[in-house]
């Protein structure tokens, strides 16, 4: 028998109608993770731009510094991921959810969250660093050569992420349906449960360009509503391809 997966506008509606009653707990709990990694970011930068007058690095050096202050701060504030999932999942199953699901990758499966947030921080790191280093290079030398190299970097490396993204997408909402499962695990399930919908969840994320685009004319004001909406609707869609038949 052939599965009928919900269309993106489908699953939109499913999540509008799930967060009613819950919308200001979602706000919350997204807004809270937001501020601590903000919070996290400022401190970091803030510490790397002491490095930068201390030791008078180059243009290249502080480049790669600041890259990977930024990794190291993304493999703590990564562990979030798995407290969003925990969260608007609980919306979707209609369980009891506060603001403590926010943390539950750090008390509980913290070494696995750590171990899968790592994993995307350093391939994040790969792919953004030869952009990094051309740009340093440009900086230094003012060759235009570096411009393009620049540009052709980035460009790979913003097509390799948005397929990594897609194809990894899935495994924190996997680390709650499947807790003994490794690191590992989660992340090969992952390859295989995205096979053949890859194309759906980024068709999704590019509707909610429109919204991204409204919700930042209001100086990211917006986006304190447009968060919760979009985790919901990708939790929604995770469990449209776990259970068709039950969520759909």
Known sequence: ??????????????????????????????????AITAALNM???????????????????????????????????????????????????????????????FSRQFGKCLTLSAFFSVVSFVLVLPFQICGGLYEQTQRTGWVMAALLFGSAAMVASTLFSLIFSQCYFL??????????QLLRSSVRIMKGHKARLFYLQVSFIPLILLALLTCGIGMLWL???????????FLNIMRPLEYS
């Open 1 to 34: 028998m052939d599965v009928q997966y919900m269309t993106s506008s489908q699953l939109k509606t499913q999540a509008k109608d799930l967060l009613e009653g819950r919308f200001g707990s979602a706000v919350l709990i997204v807004f809270l993770g937001t």
């Open 43 to 105: 401190i970091s930068n803030s510490f790397v731009s002491l490095l930068l007058v201390g030791l008078k690095l180059s243009p290249l050096a502080g480049g790669i510094l600041s890259l990977s202050a930024s990794s190291v701060v993304s493999l703590f504030t990564g562990i979030f991921s798995a407290g969003y999932a925990l969260f608007f999942l609980n919306v979707a199953c209609k369980r009891n959810c506060d603001m403590s699901c926010l943390f539950y990758g």
């Open 175 to 184: 680390l709650l349906d499947f807790p003994d499962y490794t690191a590992g």
């Open 227 to 237: 968060n919760p909406y979009m985790q919901m609707t990708y939790a929604c869609f």
